[in-house]
């Protein structure tokens, strides 16, 4: 099993910074990509951001500009560093990744269980 511990979450005011961290943990053989989706209430989930391998990262719209995603491939652990923060960008973080548990190379992919960003005066 592969498990996936967000932290960083919290409340924040508009304009200002976090930073989301995502550990993954167990049988890991080797981690294809990482990265991160959010869901507002009453939206579906969406793409925030998302890396494979060396490739550059894919940004959904919402996040160009403002969030940047960085790998620990040694620590099998992912950051987002969320600036200039708006109510909108209000949602639970969700962190995930693609894992190959065996030598086999089949990958399958693992969510972790959300952490809460709330922006607001």
């Known amino acids: 099993q592969v498990q996936l511990v967000e932290s960083g979450g919290g409340l924040v005011q508009p304009g200002g910074s976090l930073r989301l961290s995502c550990a993954a943990s167990?049988?890991?053989?080797?981690?294809?990509?990482m990265g991160w989706y959010r869901q507002a209430p009453g939206k579906q989930r969406e793409l925030v951001v998302e890396?494979?391998?060396?490739?550059?990262?894919n940004y959904g719209d919402s996040a160009k500009g403002r969030f940047t995603i960085s790998r620990d491939n040694a620590k099998n652990t992912v950051y987002l560093q969320m600036n200039s923060l708006k109510p909108e960008d209000t949602a639970v973080y969700y962190c995930?990744?693609?894992?190959?548990?065996?030598?086999?190379?089949?990958?399958?992919?693992?969510w972790g269980q959300g952490t809460q960003v709330t922006v607001s005066s």
């Open positions: 995930w990744a693609s894992v190959a548990t065996t030598a086999a190379g089949y990958t399958y992919g693992y």
């Open positions: 167990g049988s890991i053989f080797s981690i294809n990509s």
């Open positions: 890396v494979t391998g060396g490739s550059s990262p």
